[in-house]
């Protein structure tokens, strides 16, 4: 049974750095087939992607949001972490993290954290 | 890259079928057999419902089927009941430098 969840802070600043980790369970993350994911829904809108990282270790990121992201895993706690720089409060929203099964296609969810950024 | 566009709002009556559109461009639904539907209740996370255009998940009802033509996949939910009212999206690949394009979303109303 594949389980996920997300933790972190769930207020940040304006201008503060966000550290997410998404904590997995029930498949490896050597697994050829591990693609693990960020995504956001900001509260009443519509599921954004974030950014990749694959077995291999291989990332992918949003094209708007590069510049800000980085995304790495920690194979030995069966972790993915997410750091978005430069917080700003349109990046309130839930973050979730998820498991690629396939191309375009996100088979398992964390529950998801809401990180909302004020001062 | 914007996102795939969507139908705001669908609604129906328990028992009869619905349809949902996503469009999007030949970068992404057009070009590749790999769009995905997600079902999402309130405070609660995606629960993905159709994937590679078609194809269910195992434990997912067999009401729920997915299509496409062009540029526009389809969502249909044959005999529509009151636990289907939730938010539906739409996700396409769109190339190796992204894991999926999402669709606007789109309120489904049982009447």
């Known amino acids: 049974q594949v389980t996920l969840k997300e933790s972190g802070p769930a207020l940040v600043k304006p201008t503060q750095t966000l550290t997410l980790t998404c904590t997995f369970s029930g498949f490896s993350a050597t697994n050829s087939q591990m693609r693990m994911n960020w995504i956001r829904q900001p509260p009443g809108e519509a599921l954004e992607w974030l950014a990749r990282?694959?077995?291999?270790?291989?990332?992918f990121y949003s094209t708007s949001l590069k510049t800000r992201l980085t995304i790495s895993k920690d194979t030995s706690k069966n972790q993915v972490v997410l750091t978005m720089t430069n917080m700003e409060p349109v990046d309130t929203a839930t973050y979730y993290c998820a498991r690629s099964g396939g191309y375009g296609r996100f088979d398992n969810w964390g529950q998801g954290i809401l990180v909302t950024v004020s001062s | 890259q914007s996102a795939l566009t969507q139908p705001r709002s669908v609604s129906g009556s328990p028992g009869q079928s619905i349809t949902i559109s996503c469009t999007g461009t030949?970068?992404?639904?057009?070009?590749?057999?790999?769009v995905s539907w997600y079902q999402q209740y309130p405070g609660k996370a995606p629960k993905l419902m159709i994937c590679?255009?078609?194809k269910r998940p195992s434990g997912v009802p067999g009401r729920f089927s997915g299509s496409k033509s062009g540029n526009t996949a389809s969502l249909t939910i044959s005999g529509l009941q009151a636990e289907d009212e939730a938010d539906y999206y739409c996700?396409?690949?769109?190339?190796?430098?992204?894991?999926?394009?999402f669709g606007t979303g789109t309120k489904v109303t049982v009447l």
């Open positions: 996700c396409s690949y769109a190339g190796s430098y992204s894991s999926g394009l």
């Open positions: 030949s970068n992404d639904v057009g070009g590749y057999d790999y």
């Open positions: 990282i694959d077995w291999d270790d291989d990332k």
């Open positions: 590679d255009v078609s």
